[in-house]
């Protein structure tokens, strides 16, 4: 075991998540490896420093009143689909750990692929039926208003006809469990998605080309942007439909 | 409207009260934590508990908790979209400037180390870290919740749980040992 595996697991020791075989390791390691082993100490002083009854809050009295008098009369509305969908997404993620067991590591780049293959996801999805745009328009003075009330930001609709790139419309979609804004442009008969949330910091990252399934996914933060450019198309034309996108958004 | 199942939905209702109600403060806490105000966290609160009772025929049983704590940060998501005041991720180095850290007198450095930190001064310093780290201490280290409770609640591998936790202690820890500096070298 190495230190930067023993560094999480020290955790899952503190808090009893780990089997006895797992332990055993972990403390092994332990003995032999002086970081660790302070490492270890710095967890457990902060538990001790966290005193949980004194950090909890206890619901006001008017709030249980609320509810109560709220719930039995409380129309049994139908979930919306979106809702009811959610339901399957979390019980499926339930088995699906119930099956993977403890030691189930997930780096950074784990995460990243995740997204990845919910955005190709979301783009295949965009394709099949009338998924595409809820809202039709050519036009970025209406695409862009649209998005108003709908999504937290309002994301960057930009005219890129003159470029080679026809915008079609726009649509909401979900992505790692967020709606994100989806607006759709075309390429002679390729349709490109492009997907675009708040980012997290304003650091802008340089565009990362990458391929999953005979999808290119162009990816890049911009602006306080985060955006991801998908499509059948080549990755020079994606390439070229990011510049443009962003030469037009720098205007 | 609602009198033509009243029955149903009266039987329903009580079952789901005798069941949902007892985690009230739990739903409650977590609330408080993640919209960082008291009305706020009424509004989620409330919303949660009435979404639970509508998609309450979707639950398969098991522990209630986790379940209705998803439902209760689902709502959280969308109360922060809708008002558009916090994007997960979020750094907070830019507050930390403008909150005075802690001015408590405290014993020398050595005896503060493994000495219980004031309540208030860590409820602060948990406000203070990003929405994700924020939400897995509270449910970690004050609602005991297991790492397999926290993925479902999270909608996260458990892979995942486990290196967030470790970031968030590494961060808290940070945090604290700096409040605790900021007062001692005063």
């Not at chain 1, 990845?116 to 965009?126: F, M, P, T, Y």
């Not at chain 1, 709908?150 to 790139?165: H, I």
């Not at chain 2, 069941?19 to 919303?47: I, K």
């Not at chain 2, 994700?132 to 458990?158: G, M, T």
Request: with cysteine; glycine share 6%; net charge negative.
């Amino acid at each position: 075991m190495n230190c930067d595996e023993a560094n999480i697991l020290l955790h899952a020791l503190v808090d009893g998540e780990l089997d006895a075989e797992n332990a055993r390791e972990v403390e092994a390691h332990i003995v032999a490896c002086q970081k660790c082993a302070t490492a270890l100490r710095e967890i457990q002083e902060l538990r001790e420093a966290i005193n949980p009854t004194d950090l909890r809050y206890t619901a006001p009295d008017g709030l249980r009143r609320n509810i109560k008098g709220k719930l039995p009369t409380a129309p049994a509305v139908v979930a919306n689909r979106r809702a009811a969908l959610k339901g399957f997404a979390l019980g499926a993620t339930a088995s699906a750990i119930a099956a993977t067991g403890l030691l189930l590591i997930v780096t950074r780049d784990d995460e990243q692929q995740r997204v990845l293959d919910e955005i190709v996801s979301a783009h295949l999805r965009s394709l099949q039926g009338d998924h595409l745009t809820d809202v039709v328009s050519s036009d970025q003075h209406t695409v862009k208003p649209w998005f108003n009330g709908r999504l937290a930001a309002s994301p960057p609709v930009m005219d890129l006809t003159a470029q080679g790139f026809t915008l079609l419309g726009a649509r909401i979609d979900y992505v790692d469990a967020k709606p994100v804004a989806a607006i759709v442009y075309r390429r002679r008969v390729h349709i490109i998605n492009l997907f675009c949330e708040p980012a997290s910091t304003q650091a802008e990252t340089r565009a990362s080309m990458q391929s999953l399934h005979g999808f290119n996914v162009r990816s890049w933060r911009e602006k306080g942007i985060h955006l991801w450019a998908v499509s059948d198309i080549s990755p020079d034309e994606l390439s070229e439909f990011g510049e443009k996108f962003a030469a037009a958004l720098g205007q | 409207m609602a009198g033509g199942t009243g029955l149903d939905d009266g039987g329903k209702a009580d079952r789901f009260k005798e069941l949902a109600l007892p985690h009230l403060d739990a739903v409650y806490t977590l609330a408080r934590y993640l919209m960082r105000n008291a009305s706020d966290a009424d509004d989620a609160v409330q919303e949660c508990y009435l979404r639970a009772f509508r998609y309450f025929d979707t639950f398969r049983g098991g522990q209630i908790k986790p379940w209705l704590l998803t439902i209760l940060r689902n709502v959280c998501h969308t109360a922060y979209s809708e008002e558009a005041k916090l994007v997960y991720g979020e750094g907070v180095e830019g507050e930390a400037s403008a909150d005075p850290i802690w001015r408590e007198d405290v014993e020398t450095p050595e005896q503060t180390a493994v000495r219980r930190a004031d309540s208030e001064t860590m409820r602060r310093l948990i406000n203070k870290l990003p929405a994700e780290f924020r939400e897995i201490i509270v449910l970690r280290e004050i609602n005991d919740f297991s790492y397999r409770d926290i993925a479902l609640v999270i909608e996260a591998p458990i892979g995942t749980v486990m290196s967030r936790l470790a970031r968030a202690r590494r961060m808290l820890r940070d945090a604290w040992i700096a409040a605790e500096g900021g007062s001692t070298l005063r």
